[in-house]
């Protein structure tokens, strides 16, 4: 859809707004939001930057408790993460509360429309500028002096309050779009996990005879197929070290790459977040934990996001690498069993054994030992493999629709940014297009 353009513009002298209506003033930030400042420590509703999604200013909920003083705020107060700027985290208070952590709060003036300002802080362009501005390496924050002086439109109050009324219906159409999508990816990861473990648990005949495994999440499986350890293929296994064997100080930008928890993922070996340590260190003090190509990676640690005992495979060029503590290393016999099997079969019945096999309250460990023991059920190295190709010729077809998936996402974020960004700065009228509605806001 196209939108109309004012009748007359002037040039704003600012380089990022360009031309603006001829009607709206240019005025800085500090001027149309007033810095508050005032501590309290009531928590009767406290904020913390946690609280706020990324972009769209929504609150989210959490179960978090939050010690020591806020900054108090106001229904229409905003609130704008100073900490990492470029998280565009700025969220229109509801309720009076308390602001715990990197906030400025601010308070619209008689002339400022809250959810209008809380757009223009909102705005993409707005964001990078003061991202850019920030201080400190590690913690960058956003001082009130550089947001402060910033030059924004104001248009009349009026015009505010409908340019506000009608982003937040548009953007609430994108939104309940970009929740779809993300619906349909969830959905699609879960049918994908479904067909990978009816394949390697049940075979791809539907008519074969079965059997009992005896084992309780394995259920019934093809008559043919062996039901035996996962130790009774394995002809070499590890653990990571524990203790003093591996600490910060070993660590370096190159050489022996070790592998992590975070790297043994359900849906296969997940490649970012690398670490390495000296290879020479390596060589004299760790040679016992080494990781090839092809070998079955097991997670002995698990929690609530991540089973304990799923499981992948080592990718081609991994080494020279090494386990890390809570992971294990099986080296099995290809002759009788291929890898990738193994690994999806492990994880197909890792939720079984976070709760059956596993110790611990938060957070659940398998010892190796434990998981030499894990049963597993094999058909022919042949059979296996074919089950293989046929899940890696699904895992294509879903990998395409996800990619739909979140390219859809994609555009449709960059539409709902271009559209605040085209609202704020008046290069589009909606006065037309949207009836205005009442404002929470507070005057100063």
């Known amino acids: 859809m196209s939108f109309p353009r004012y009748e007359c513009y002037k040039d704003s002298g600012i380089e990022w707004l360009g031309e603006v209506p001829e009607h709206w003033d240019i005025r800085r930030l500090k001027y149309n939001l007033r810095l508050l400042t005032e501590k309290t420590d009531r928590r009767e509703n406290p904020v913390a930057l946690e609280n706020i999604e990324s972009w769209s200013g929504l609150f989210i909920q959490t179960e978090t ?4 003083e806020g900054i108090a705020f106001e229904r229409g107060d905003i609130l704008f993460g100073k900490l ?3 998280l565009a985290k700025a969220y229109l208070a509801e309720t009076s509360g308390e602001a715990v952590g990197d906030f400025h709060v601010m308070r619209p003036t008689k002339n400022t429309v809250g959810r209008f300002a809380q757009y223009q802080i909102l705005n993409r362009e707005f964001i990078a500028i003061v991202d850019g501005s920030t201080f400190g390496a590690k913690m960058p924050r956003a001082s ?5 002086g910033m030059v924004l439109t104001v248009p009349p109050i009026t015009e505010q309050q409908t340019i506000g009324a009608f982003l937040d219906r548009e953007t609430a159409k994108i939104d309940a779009l970009i929740d779809e999508q993300k619906r349909l990816i969830e959905l699609l990861k879960e049918k994908r996990q479904a067909v990978i473990s009816h394949a390697v648990t049940k075979g791809l005949n539907p008519d074969a ?8 999440w394995l259920g019934k499986v093809p008559e043919h197929w062996d039901v035996l350890s996962i130790g009774k293929v394995t002809i070499d296994k590890c653990d990571g070290p524990f203790g003093s064997g591996l600490k910060s100080e070993h660590y370096t930008d190159a050489g022996v790459r070790v592998i992590r928890l975070q790297n043994i993922r359900q849906s296969g070996f997940d490649d970012t977040d690398a670490a390495f340590i000296n290879e020479n260190y390596y060589r004299e003090k760790l040679n016992g934990h080494d990781v090839r190509q092809g070998d079955v990676l097991i997670a002995g640690l698990g ?3 991540n089973t304990v005992g799923r499981a992948c495979v080592a990718p081609d060029g ?3 690498a090494m386990v890390k503590a809570d992971c294990f290393r099986f080296r099995v016999l290809i002759e009788r069993a291929q890898p990738e099997f193994v690994a999806m079969q492990l994880s197909a019945g890792s939720s079984f054994d976070a709760g059956k096999l596993s110790s611990g309250s938060t957070r659940s460990r398998i010892p190796l030992s434990v998981m030499t023991s894990r049963k597993i059920a094999l058909p022919s190295p042949s059979e296996q493999q074919a089950i293989v190709c046929f899940l890696q010729g699904e895992s294509i077809k879903f990998d395409a629709l996800t990619t ?3 390219t859809a996402i994609a555009l449709l974020q960059e539409r709902r940014a271009a559209l605040i960004s085209a609202a704020v700065t008046g290069k589009i009228d909606v006065r037309g297009l949207a009836a205005i509605q009442p404002e929470m806001e507070s005057a100063a």
Do not use: L
């Not at 408790?65 to 020591?68: I, K, R, S, Y």
């Not at 009130?144 to 402060?148: A, C, I, P, S």
């Open 303 to 305: 929690d609530d996001r």
């Open 209 to 216: 005879p079965m059997k009992d495994s005896g084992i309780e």
């Open 318 to 320: 991994i080494e020279p």
């Open 404 to 406: 739909e998936a979140q």
């Open 144 to 148: 009130w002096d550089f947001m402060g």
């Open 65 to 68: 408790t939050f010690e020591g």
């Open 84 to 86: 990492r700027p470029y």
